[in-house]
């Protein structure tokens, strides 16, 4: 049987013995203790070898990387020197080439001078021939031009001459220069050819009459007969006096009319007791036409016709007593005699080429 206390000696070899004195319910504790003591000391002494070991295979790693590291940039100085070498002498290789380049120009530049200098001085005598000859067809060309100006002048001066003919004729006021048109008889004075200016100006005056021409009513609308001139008249259905603001030109029905001037078309329309189917053609300069008692208009408001266009046919619409074209000239919004541009269509003129 095991006593309740223990008396417990640990003795050496030499020197003094120490003793003490244990409970035996204490044992198991003690004995407990004493074997985690020596487990974690087992542990540690266990752990600690490992982390000496691992620490010296990182410090070999580390030294191993360290020595890869320095050869890497010994050899990356190398590499990048070496390059730099070539290229460097690349550079130099090319800019040899580019001197040697450049002298060969100014060679060449220096070889083509000389060249041309020799061929102007040779050509020195051609070339005085070449301008001394351009020179003459340089006046020959200014002759002809100045005998084309004054061709020209004397046929826009007879032209003018004509229009100015045809609008005095039909009333129009044609200003003119009379110093110009004075008679040659008892003039002198020193001789000065026609020049451009001269020219231009006839020719802008022909112009501007060509285009105020352009919008006169001139000549006839239709090929007929004048049935009622322009004036007092006896209206033809009642027998009384009455004004007539047109003239009547007879025709067969569907017989072409014309437009006697460019215009703009103002008015289309039809009347049933007035012009039938008429058409007003506003030309400008104050000047309108009508057409009334058509069988077919062929123009609509707001179109753009020219002298000669058709723009209806012969008719016997409206009030009218048989076949035939009422025909008016308007001039600033009052009826006017169109027998006077109906006589410029008579008229007979001699045009210098």
């Known amino acids: 049987?095991?006593?309740?206390?223990?008396?417990?000696?640990?003795?050496?070899?030499?020197?003094?013995?120490?003793?003490?004195?244990?409970?035996?319910?204490?044992?198991?504790?003690?004995?407990?203790?004493?074997?985690?003591?020596?487990?974690?000391?087992?542990?540690?002494?266990?752990?600690?070898?490992?982390?000496?070991?691992?620490?010296?295979?990182?410090?070999?790693?580390?030294?191993?990387?360290?020595?890869?590291l320095k050869e890497l940039s010994e050899n990356f100085e190398q590499n990048l020197k070496q390059q730099l070498a070539e290229q460097q002498n690349s550079w130099h290789a090319k800019e040899d080439a580019y001197q040697a380049q450049l002298q060969h120009l100014k060679e060449e530049k220096e070889s083509i001078i000389c060249r041309y200098e020799e061929e102007i001085a040779s050509a020195d005598v051609s070339t005085a021939l070449k301008i001394s000859g351009l020179l003459a067809e340089l006046e020959l060309e200014r002759q002809e031009k100045q005998d084309l100006l004054e061709k020209t002048a004397v046929r826009l001066d007879e032209r003018s001459r004509m229009i100015?003919?045809?609008?005095?004729?039909?009333g129009v006021d044609v200003k003119v220069d009379r110093k110009n048109r004075a008679n040659t008889s008892g003039r002198g004075g020193p001789f000065i050819a026609i020049n451009e200016q001269y020219s231009e100006n006839l020719l802008n005056r022909s112009d501007k009459y060509l285009k105020t021409?352009?919008?006169?009513?001139?000549?006839?609308?239709?090929?007929?007969?004048?049935?009622?001139?322009?004036?007092?008249?006896?209206?033809?259905?009642?027998?009384?006096?009455?004004?007539?603001?047109?003239?009547?030109?007879?025709?067969?029905?569907?017989?072409?009319?014309?437009?006697?001037?460019?215009?703009?078309?103002?008015?289309?329309?039809?009347?049933?007791?007035?012009?039938?189917?008429?058409?007003?053609?506003?030309?400008g300069n104050g000047y309108e036409t009508l057409f009334g008692h058509m069988s077919k208009r062929l123009v609509k408001q707001g179109e753009r016709v020219q002298r000669g266009q058709v723009i209806g046919l012969m008719g016997n619409t409206g009030r009218s007593t048989g076949p035939h074209l009422h025909y008016e000239v308007r001039y600033k919004g009052k009826s006017i005699n169109p027998i006077k541009y109906l006589s410029v269509a008579k008229l007979s003129f001699t045009v210098p080429e």
Do not use: C
């Not at 487990?39 to 020595?67: C, H, M, P, Y």
């Not at 100015?164 to 039909?170: A, G, H, K, Q």
């Open 1 to 68: 049987m095991i006593p309740k206390r223990l008396h417990v000696v640990i003795t050496g070899e030499v020197g003094a013995g120490l003793s003490f004195v244990v409970r035996r319910d204490h044992v198991a504790i003690i004995l407990a203790v004493t074997l985690s003591t020596l487990t974690a000391l087992a542990v540690g002494t266990w752990l600690g070898i490992g982390f000496f070991q691992e620490r010296n295979s990182l410090a070999l790693k580390t030294s191993l990387q360290a020595d890869a």
């Open 164 to 170: 100015e003919s045809v609008m005095s004729r039909i």
């Open 213 to 283: 021409i352009k919008k006169m009513p001139l000549g006839y609308p239709m090929r007929g007969k004048v049935t009622s001139n322009f004036g007092r008249r006896s209206d033809p259905f009642n027998n009384r006096p009455a004004f007539h603001a047109g003239i009547d030109l007879k025709g067969t029905i569907g017989q072409k009319i014309k437009a006697t001037a460019d215009g703009v078309i103002e008015t289309s329309s039809y009347e049933r007791n007035g012009f039938g189917h008429y058409v007003i053609v506003r030309h």
